[in-house]
């Protein structure tokens, strides 16, 4: 296997007293769509900015193919771009979709070649043929039509890593496939990565080669899409899933407790005090419930696993 092309270690990130990313570690590797879900409030975005290099690490380590992010003075990177929830924010209305696009490379003043790269980049999101959209303005496109520029003017930057936070959740439902459709084919034909921020397992399972399940700040299951969502490992996954529509085959499980709060992360088990385990007993049977209240628990990692492992921090697993 080759080195990862990210690669996070027990990153923290505090504002003030909240620990709003608490101890993450993380690789993504080329050619791969690993979808970040949890709860609002989680610490996804935090995470997915850190990587950017736009919010210093509290401690831990983030790597981009081998350097420390957010060591070099440039704030972000070229090759780790973003695209945006929300296109119609994200697009100035007085601006040409040509101009849109091209901003990233005027700003790095690199313009050899801009009218053949914007294009590219256009087709590339779909939008064909280019021309028929360079000299228009947002307000004379789709909704849809708007996210593939919002898309197109990452991708003219030739990323390797595309963060995408909450790409869809702005879209009508009738669109979100396409994009999606659109964000596996960029992966496929480019050999990209993208990290893909979602509260919704829905876009996870169509997307997603893996998924990373994060709660308070920690990632508390990873593995293969497949596996995790047909055989989930953390009472919390599988309490996330038990909502989501298609997956009626399991028992509604709404979880109780108070709403996690980064700024009193509980000890132990940080799922503990909403654990279905915990509650029905479950925990205490099968010997664990003074671990569970008493000792914090990661996702070990076994040096020289496979990156598909499948691991869940629980101490019922
Ligand atoms: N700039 C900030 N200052 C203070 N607290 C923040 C800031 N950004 C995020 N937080 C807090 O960090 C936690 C995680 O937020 P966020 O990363 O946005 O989660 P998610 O994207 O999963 O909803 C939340 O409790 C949020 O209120
Ligand atoms: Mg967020």
Redesign the pocket.
């Known amino acids: 296997m080759n080195a990862p092309l990210l690669r996070v270690r027990d990153a923290v990130?505090r504002?003030?007293e909240?620990r709003?990313?608490d101890g993450v570690s993380l690789d993504v590797h080329a050619g791969e769509v690993l979808a970040l879900v949890?709860?609002?409030?989680?610490?996804?975005?935090?995470?997915?900015?850190a990587v950017q290099g736009l919010q210093p690490l509290s401690a831990g380590s983030i790597e981009f193919d081998g350097d420390e992010v957010g060591a070099s003075r440039r704030a972000a990177r070229r090759d780790v771009q973003m695209v945006f929830q929300d296109p119609t924010g994200a697009l100035n209305p007085r601006q040409t979709i040509h101009e849109i696009v091209a901003e990233g490379l005027r700003i790095r003043r690199d313009r050899g070649d801009e009218a053949s790269r914007v294009g590219e980049a256009l087709e590339r999101a779909g939008l064909r043929p280019a021309e028929r959209f360079m000299e228009r303005y947002p307000h004379e496109i789709s909704g849809g039509q708007r996210q593939r520029v919002v898309v197109a003017g990452a991708m003219v930057m030739e990323p390797r890593l595309l963060l995408a936070?909450e790409p869809v959740a702005s879209l009508d439902a009738s669109i979100r496939g396409e994009i999606l459709a659109l964000m596996r084919s960029l992966v496929d034909d480019t050999g990209l990565a993208i990290v893909a921020?979602t509260?919704d397992l829905g876009l996870a399972w169509n997307i997603a080669d893996r998924i990373a399940v994060?709660y308070l700040?920690r990632i508390v299951e990873i593995g293969p899409t497949e596996q995790v969502l047909d055989d989930p490992r953390h009472p919390y996954t599988r309490a996330l899933l038990s909502v989501v529509p298609e997956m009626q085959r399991m028992e509604q499980q709404i979880l109780v407790g108070e709403t996690p709060?980064?700024?009193r992360i509980p000890g132990g088990c940080r799922f503990h005090p909403r654990c279905p385990l915990v509650a029905s007993g479950e925990a205490a049977r099968l010997g664990i419930e003074d671990r569970c209240r008493g000792v914090d628990v990661t996702i070990d990692e076994q040096p020289g696993e496979s990156v598909a492992a499948h691991r869940a921090a629980c101490h019922a697993v």
Do not use: C, I, N, Q
Not at 38 to 49: N, P
């Open positions: 990130v504002f003030g909240a709003a990313v949890g709860e609002s409030g989680s610490g996804k975005t935090t995470l997915v900015r936070d921020v509260h994060m700040g709060d980064p700024r």
